[in-house]
């Protein structure tokens, strides 16, 4: 998969724009209400870039950058209120506000000096989260608290309406709730390191150090485990609609659909059928439509279940460490290992292609 | 899908309190001329010279894999992907760890963790020994046998104050336990920074196992067991004919399986019937990294030299085991 197929050039070429930084992207998110990408870099920035408005890369504005961290840029989340959420190995919990332009400094929200905040999330009720080590600290409306976890927290994301957060850790997944400050804890035996809610919050999943997936049904607590991978699930995500559940975790991506009485028959592959390993995915936020990065810095959409790939970018550029849609689904945002960064607008015309999800 | 030359060496430091690790370690930050970030456990106790010393409370966490000794430690993956994610700022990573901790754990995350596997490599593990305890350390400790039985490399220090016999007692016990470890003797900590920080030691195509003949064979003869820590024994065998392929990996297998807790390290070059390239493999408890390395050199002597460090193992079984996977004499 060195180069795409039948001479077409990647998307890239045609509609995005791409920049090369000297440090690794480490995330990236889109500010709501239609603004820019974000990109969480290495070196403790945040920069902005916005797709072109022209065919051919033409029309793109140049990148914004924001000194936000004074070491490295650990973890970012795009903010359901406006702009953006990060986290760094100052300890400080940063608000971006892209609006405000390079020169304004962001709002500090937390300073937890000498930790590093390697996870943050954001809540559609406003809430605030971050971890380092054995801690988790949730500042918002109302409510200040820590969590104190029994193993180091690998992961943190609240469901979509915003009411609980799930921590990942060893032996399991904890969940909090956000009415009342309850704690459920979710066993699994196993180091849980990934998680990812449905849209709809009725399902919890979380890929595993042991190469494995752990999906949760909250409502009665059935559990469902997925094996067989070469690799460890570290990238999932459930599509916009249903609950087809996609990972990496080897060379293509794995789709598991969860509405179906016996998920584990289900199982199915897209993408490239190559041995390069898939670092990242990205579900499109209405279509039936993947996108995902891979460790030879090639990014493709694919259809799940399906060989079909396009090529957003061909390889070359680093291990893909970072992919988002834009709200709208009209723009893709990918950075990798190598400080390569890119934002491609698709067209319209590729993206009807793919029956809504 | 090894030794991609970027990934970032890194270079574990184990030894008892008091045996001059972290004089050891900052002799090397002056040394070494280059740019390292420091995982240590006892963060702020002691002074450490370094421009980015990261405290990290040892995690020790089992993984779900049906294997007791598969451990990783969730402090270290932790720290080492946030340094990963400023990559390009410093040149190696040194971790320090404590005087009783268990070193397999620290190379295990390395070994199991695909994101740093990708990145970052565990260059070498150095115990530090001193020399006038280290004899009574290993009678009385099983946490100095199991550290030696890791090191690739050892540095008996303080060796100016100890007897000369002392010492070369010590050797020879380093030589018994773990033959293929590279030994130094240093005053206070001073050491060639270089043979410290470019050893390979995990990387297949640079393992190196002593060669039989002659002055070496002495080496390979079987040393009974028991004396020191439980059963701490190193078996090194040599075979002449070629191993049959299917048989020899399914015994390796079973072996790591049913043994890995025993099993502290595992290393060979092995000649397998009817290839042209050394199959060679490394491992630590059940963790085992294999490959098929360069061709065989056409003046070289096609053997099989395997070496075995661990609890209580059974010498006559494991030669039995390997007598059995050759292939028939012409």
Not at chain 1, 155 to 174: K, M, N, S
Not at chain 2, 228 to 253: I, K, Y
């Amino acid at each position: 998969m060195n180069a795409p197929l039948g001479g077409l050039p990647p998307l890239v070429a045609l509609c995005g724009a791409h920049w090369r930084l000297e440090a690794p992207v480490v995330a990236v998110a889109w500010s709501r209400r239609g603004g820019p990408a974000a990109f969480a870099m290495g070196d403790g920035g945040v920069v902005f870039a916005r797709p072109p408005t022209q065919p051919g890369g033409q029309g793109a504005p140049g990148l914004v950058r924001m000194e936000a961290h004074a070491g490295a840029c650990l973890a970012l989340a795009a903010d359901p209120a406006g702009g953006l959420v990060s986290g760094g190995d100052d300890g400080r919990l940063l608000h971006l506000d892209p609006a405000a332009g390079a020169a304004s400094a962001p709002a500090v929200l937390a300073d937890h000096r000498g930790e590093w905040l390697d996870h943050v999330a954001v809540s559609a009720r406003g809430l605030r989260a971050c971890a380092s080590g054995r801690r988790v600290w949730l500042h918002g409306p109302g409510s200040e608290a820590v969590l104190e976890l029994a193993s180091g927290v690998t992961a943190l994301a609240f469901d979509p309406a915003g009411g609980r957060l799930a921590i990942a850790g060893h032996g399991g997944v904890e969940l909090w709730s956000a009415a009342d400050g309850a704690r459920r804890r979710l066993e699994a035996p196993g180091y849980h390191r990934a998680l990812a809610w449905s849209p709809d919050g009725r399902y919890l999943a979380s890929g595993m150090q042991e190469n494995a997936l752990c999906c949760w049904r909250l409502g009665d607590g059935q559990r469902h485990l997925f094996e067989g991978y070469p690799g460890q699930p570290r990238a999932l995500g459930f599509a916009a609609r249903g609950h087809l559940l996609a990972s990496n975790g080897g060379p293509r991506v794995v789709s598991w659909d969860l509405d179906h009485p016996r998920p584990a028959s289900t199982r199915s592959e897209s993408g490239y059928p190559g041995r390069v390993p898939v670092s990242a995915l990205a579900w499109h936020p209405s279509r039936a439509l993947l996108a995902a990065g891979y460790h030879n810095g090639a990014v493709l959409l694919c259809r799940p279940g399906s060989d079909q790939h396009l090529f957003v970018q061909g390889s070359g550029a680093g291990p893909v460490t970072a992919l988002a849609w834009a709200a709208d689904g009209a723009a893709l945002a990918l950075g990798t290992q190598h400080g390569e960064l890119a934002v491609v607008a698709i067209p319209a015309q590729i993206l009807s292609m793919a029956r809504a999800a | 899908m090894n030794a991609a030359p970027s990934r970032l060496p890194v270079t574990v430091l184990t030894g008892f309190l008091g045996a001059g690790k972290t004089t050891l370690l900052n002799h090397l930050l002056r040394e070494s001329g280059g740019r390292y970030a420091v995982i240590v456990n006892e963060y702020g106790e002691i002074g450490i010279d370094g421009e980015l010393v990261v405290g990290a409370e040892e995690e020790v966490l089992e993984l779900n894999n049906g294997c007791i000794c598969c451990k990783v430690r969730g402090d270290l993956i932790r720290v080492v992907s946030g340094l990963l994610k400023r990559r390009g700022r410093f040149d190696g990573i040194l971790i320090e760890t404590t005087g009783l901790a268990d070193p397999a754990p620290v190379v295990q995350s390395f070994m199991a963790d695909d994101e740093i596997r990708q990145q970052a490599r565990v260059d070498g593990v150095v115990c530090v020994v001193d020399a006038c305890h280290f004899l009574t350390s290993l009678e009385r400790s099983r946490e100095a046998g199991v550290q030696l039985a890791h090191a690739s490399l050892v540095v008996i220090n303080k060796a100016e104050l100890a007897d000369e016999a002392v010492v070369a007692q010590v050797e020879r016990e380093i030589a018994r336990l773990n033959p293929g470890a590279t030994v130094l003797r240093s005053a206070r900590g001073a050491v060639p920074a270089a043979a410290l920080l470019d050893q390979g030691a995990y990387e297949l195509p640079r393992l190196e196992l002593p060669a039989a003949p002659s002055a070496a064979r002495a080496r390979y003869v079987p040393v009974p067991q028991g004396r020191h820590t439980d059963g701490l024994a190193c078996v090194s065998l040599v075979l002449q004919r070629p191993l049959e392929r299917g048989r020899f990996l399914a015994w390796l297998q079973r072996l790591v399986t049913e043994r890995g807790e025993k099993l502290l390290r595992t290393k060979g070059i092995v000649a397998l019937a009817g290839a042209d390239r050394r199959f060679v493999f490394q491992g630590v408890h059940m963790m085992v990294d294999s490959d098929f390395d360069r061709p065989w050199r056409t003046e070289e002597t096609r053997d099989s030299r395997l070496v075995f460090i661990g609890h209580g193992l059974d010498d006559s079984e494991l030669r039995a085991g390997l007598d059995a996977c050759q292939v028939s004499p012409a």
